[in-house]
């Protein structure tokens, strides 16, 4: 089955605490990104990922690290969270076949931050 | 930078009317592509329809049409025979051919009641 994972799914950490949230994907794509949803504001990119070892930012990559080691895994870090990343994380992932290539998104991690 | 805008934060239907989901959005490219997701309570995103810049026709899945009015810069949902299990958020994206990343709106909480 075509899938995106993420784990964990629920996560509620402390200040200061690194994490990863992993993400991987079966379905061969080279596009990966992470967005974090937050009431009010929809979705908002932090990161992007067009090929291994091919990373770059989107609109909020203040406070968080990527990689691309492998074309299925896009891990997302947190070096040292801090309330304000308290959100809805989601990991997508989607084929170069021009404009018409929908996003695959992940179930979700709900990330607290105390 | 690519704006999309939802101006509809919740919305009522009765069951088996139809309901329509504005979105607006602002580009200057000529290709571009708007999605429609949904979000379930559950909180996974759910692709819906696609509509292409140069596409001459409205998009069509099932019970989902694109209203593409491309002169206003609009790309409204229509619900036909809206179902119970159609309550959910819903969100408008865009992405630009010469951009990697995917833009989404604030989102419209639709609420179908029987």
């Known amino acids: 089955e075509a899938q995106v994972t993420q784990n964990p799914r629920y996560l509620i950490t402390v200040t200061g605490k690194k994490l990863t949230v992993t993400c991987s994907q079966n379905?061969?794509?080279?596009?990966m990104s992470w967005y974090r949803q937050d009431p009010g504001l929809g979705l908002r990119q932090i990161y992007y990922?067009?090929?291994?070892?091919?990373?770059d930012k989107g609109d909020v990559p203040e406070g968080y690290k990527v990689s691309r080691k492998e074309k299925r895994n896009f891990p997302l870090i947190l070096e040292s969270p801090s309330p304000n990343q308290t959100s809805l994380y989601f990991c997508?992932?989607?084929?170069?076949?021009?404009?018409?290539?929908?996003?695959?998104f992940g179930p979700g991690t709900r990330l607290t931050v105390t | 930078a690519q704006k999309i805008t939802q101006t509809q934060p919740g919305m009522f239907v009765q069951e088996k009317e139809a309901v329509t989901l504005d979105c607006t959005y602002d580009?200057?490219?000529?290709?571009?592509?708007l999605f429609w997701y949904k979000q379930p309570s559950s909180g996974e995103m759910i692709f819906l329809i696609y509509?292409?810049?140069?596409?001459?026709q409205n998009a069509t899945e099932g019970r989902y049409s694109l209203n593409f009015q491309k002169a206003r810069k609009s790309a409204n949902l229509v619900i036909s025979a809206s179902q119970l299990g159609d309550s959910a958020m819903y969100f408008c994206?865009?992405?630009?051919?010469?951009?990697?990343?995917?833009?989404f709106g604030a989102g419209t909480r639709l609420t179908v009641k029987p």
């Open positions: 509509q292409g810049s140069y596409d001459e």
């Open positions: 990922s067009m090929n291994v070892e091919v990373t």
């Open positions: 580009t200057s490219d000529q290709s571009y592509g």
């Open positions: 997508a992932s989607s084929s170069r076949q021009g404009l018409i290539y929908e996003q695959y």
């Open positions: 994206a865009m992405r630009e051919v010469n951009n990697n990343d995917m833009r």
């Open positions: 379905m061969n794509h080279e596009y």
